[in-house]
């Protein structure tokens, strides 16, 4: 089974950027899908933006023209580059994949904090 683990959260002000990281590690042939999950409180968790292992993209429309998802393959690693950032980003963020043998994986999540 996949493993995940993200860095790159942190505290930032308005206007400002970060870029998550989420390796993937453990027993599997290959990984498809990857995406990046957030959770702000109270709120449910929601898909920020996704891609495939061909990289095919989707955005949520609030991220859109703003941040980023890549991934390198060779490393079994995804990005996500997130500028202009606002406070309403504010948000617990979460790393999903799908690998073969079948296996959906989260992460532990890293905390993304926006300052206005």
């Known amino acids: 089974q996949v493993q995940l683990v993200e860095s790159g959260g942190g505290l930032v002000q308005a206007g400002g950027s970060l870029r998550l990281s989420c390796a993937a590690s453990?027993?599997?042939?290959?990984?498809?899908?990857m995406a990046w999950y957030r959770q702000a409180p109270g709120e449910q968790r929601e898909l920020v933006a996704g891609?495939?292992?061909?990289?095919?993209?989707n955005y949520t429309d609030s991220v859109k023209g703003r941040f980023t998802i890549s991934r390198d393959n060779a490393k079994n690693t995804m990005y996500l580059q997130m500028n202009s950032l606002k406070p309403e980003d504010t948000a617990v963020y979460y790393c999903?994949?799908?690998?073969?043998?079948?296996?959906?994986?989260w992460g532990q999540g890293t905390q993304v904090t926006v300052s206005s």
């Open positions: 891609i495939t292992s061909g990289g095919s993209t």
């Open positions: 453990g027993r599997f042939s290959r990984i498809s899908a």
């Open positions: 999903n994949a799908v690998s073969f043998p079948l296996h959906i994986a």
